[in-house]
């Protein structure tokens, strides 16, 4: 049974830094692309971040890539999305899920429904 646990999130300062970590279980996730997802009130789950698990590959959505970073530990089985210089509307609850890749680790799943396992998510709060 797959398993993704989400932590890390809290109340932060405008121009804060906080570190997500998403712990994940059940499966191997070499064929899979992990991804985090933000949902704020009132907005529809947006993509922030995804990294091919076998290869450590990793996309961004154009927003998001100047100010967070997706990575993973492998030996750990855990991913993590440092997010720098937050601002309040990067206020949300953020997810971490898993997609399976295509044949050879092949596509660069963005969309909510191309994910599969989902975490419970965390919050994340940014104050002005």
């Known amino acids: 049974q797959v398993q993704l646990v989400e932590s890390g999130g809290g109340l932060v300062q405008t121009g804060g830094s906080l570190r997500l970590s998403c712990a994940a279980s059940?499966?191997?996730?070499?064929?899979?692309?992990m991804g985090w997802f933000r949902h704020a009130p009132v907005e529809e789950r947006t993509f922030v971040a995804a990294?091919?698990?076998?290869?450590?590959?990793?996309y961004y959505a154009d927003s998001m890539k100047d100010r967070f970073t997706i990575s993973r530990d492998s030996a750990k089985n855990t991913m993590y999305l440092q997010m720098n210089n937050l601002k309040p509307e990067d206020t949300a609850v953020y997810y971490c899920?898993?997609?399976?890749?295509?044949?050879?680790?092949?596509?660069?799943?963005?969309?909510?429904?191309?994910?599969?396992?989902w975490g419970q998510g965390t919050q994340v709060t940014v104050s002005s």
């Open positions: 899920a898993a997609a399976l890749l295509g044949p050879h680790g092949s596509g660069y799943p963005r969309l909510s429904r191309e994910y599969a396992y």
């Open positions: 059940g499966r191997t996730f070499s064929s899979y692309a």
């Open positions: 990294i091919k698990w076998g290869t450590g590959n990793t």
